[in-house]
């Protein structure tokens, strides 16, 4: 069956300009979770979804960054007036319950590039 | 502070040897550990898990071992193949299960033949 899957796979923009990422989860999957990965850094965990719930916002890195999911479905993760430190890979997770033990799929990530 | 530490940023082992990678944590309210692989220009894949538990899983040539006392977790591969080369993340999750993963830096995981 299909995975997780993520667009753009690659985005560049200019400082100041606000980007979308768009994360497509496996089907039936409830929880969904976005991280990010800076250059030599780990998975820096940002903010997860239950249904279209998103109960705890304090992961994200500032108010720039927004977050939403419709439908129990498909997210997005906004950025508005991008800076360069924003540059970094962005992954998408899900899995099917919120649970600990739960298996979390990730997509194959977009790369942005802010200039 | 890193709460998931993983200290060698690579390692190079041999076909056919173990490699053992290893992570430290210092959150003891982390009870769930797991290990990803990732190979370039992809997103992390599971690989195996453990609950803190347990002090042992096995699955295949992949086996992870915990210690509780020492906030330490290691992976073993045995036998290493060419296909493992790539980097590991160790990660580790809290009860809650809503704080998403932490995730160590990786260790760059080179097979050479």
């Known amino acids: 069956g299909a995975g997780v899957s993520q667009s753009p796979s690659n985005k560049v923009t200019e400082k100041g300009k606000d980007v979308e990422l768009r994360c497509d989860p496996i089907?039936?999957?409830?929880?969904l979770y976005w991280y990010r990965q800076s250059l030599g850094q780990g998975l820096e965990f940002l903010i997860y979804?239950?249904?279209?719930?998103?109960?705890?916002k304090s992961g994200l890195p500032s108010d720039r960054f927004s977050a939403e999911r419709t439908g129990g479905s498909v997210s997005t993760l906004t950025i508005q007036r991008t800076q360069q430190e924003d540059s970094a890979v962005y992954l998408c997770?899900?899995?099917?319950?919120?649970?600990?033990?739960?298996?979390?799929?990730f997509g194959p990530g977009t790369r942005l590039l802010v200039l | 502070d890193q709460q998931v530490k993983q200290n060698s940023p690579s390692l190079s082992v041999q076909e056919g040897r173990i490699s053992i990678l290893n992570c430290d944590y210092t959150?003891?309210?982390?009870?769930?550990f797991l290990w990803y692989k990732k190979y370039p220009a992809e997103g992390p894949t599971f690989l195996i898990s453990?609950?803190?538990?347990?002090d042992k899983n096995e699955d295949g040539r992949f086996t992870v071992f915990l210690n509780k006392s020492a906030k330490h977790l290691s992976l073993h591969i045995v036998p290493s193949q060419p296909g493992d080369s790539a980097v590991y993340f160790c990660?580790?999750?809290?009860?809650?299960?809503?704080?998403?993963?932490?995730f160590g830096k990786g260790t760059h995981l080179i097979i050479q033949p």
């Open positions: 997770a899900s899995s099917f319950l919120l649970a600990v033990q739960e298996t979390q799929y």
């Open positions: 089907s039936g999957h409830t929880a």
């Open positions: 979804f239950q249904g279209n719930s998103a109960p705890d």
């Open positions: 959150n003891s309210m982390f009870d769930y």
């Open positions: 453990i609950s803190s538990i347990k």
């Open positions: 990660a580790a999750r809290s009860g809650g299960g809503a704080d998403g993963l932490t």
